[in-house]
């Protein structure tokens, strides 16, 4: 995959740590997240594939997990079970996705939907990035499997976000 700290195609990152069904992106804003905190898994939500990555607050990097494959909600959360149960991530992120002018997307509601799922099963702060143009960005830097790649892409923007 290519190295997007030098070159970012995607629109700057809006975050979050707790939101509803916004009419536009929020604005950008520095997530505040514990220091301590040093694992995290991201996931880019999809009604069909979910692609995941986990990375490092230390080395600011992300590496692309398999892309979990299911529709129905309980499946795809049993598959984000074994995730946290194999990786042990201190916060989770979840991509939100927004069309250009930040109006929502027709994913928006149920990306933020999965982010409340995954706080409730899993007692973990979820913090949410603006996705904008990351799937565009994997395709573009010839990702095989592109949700994975985006998952990266999602959790790079935030790492580097992060002090």
Not at 25 to 37: I, R, S, Y
Not at 125 to 139: F, G, H, I, K, M
Not at 143 to 159: G, K, N, P, T, W
Request: proline share 7%; with cysteine.
């Amino acid at each position: 995959m290519n190295d997007i700290s030098s070159s970012n195609k995607a629109a700057d990152a809006a975050f979050s740590s707790a939101s509803d069904q916004p009419a536009s992106a929020p604005l950008p804003q520095k997530p505040e997240v514990p220091a301590h905190f040093q694992q995290f898994l991201c996931f880019d939500f999809g009604t069909k594939r979910t692609g995941c990555a986990s990375g490092n607050r230390v080395l600011g990097g992300a590496n692309p997990l398999p892309t979990i494959k299911a529709e129905a909600a309980e499946a795809r959360l049993v598959a984000v079970d074994k995730l946290v149960r194999e990786w042990q991530p201190n916060a989770l992120v979840i991509g939100v996705p927004y069309h250009p002018d930040g109006a929502a997307h027709e994913n928006t509601a149920r990306a933020l939907k999965f982010g409340r799922q995954l706080r409730s099963r899993f007692k973990l702060p979820v913090y949410e990035v603006d996705e904008r143009y990351s799937t565009t960005e994997a395709l573009a830097g010839g990702a095989r499997d592109a949700d994975a790649a985006s998952a990266c892409i999602i959790l790079e923007q935030f790492l580097r976000s992060l002090p």
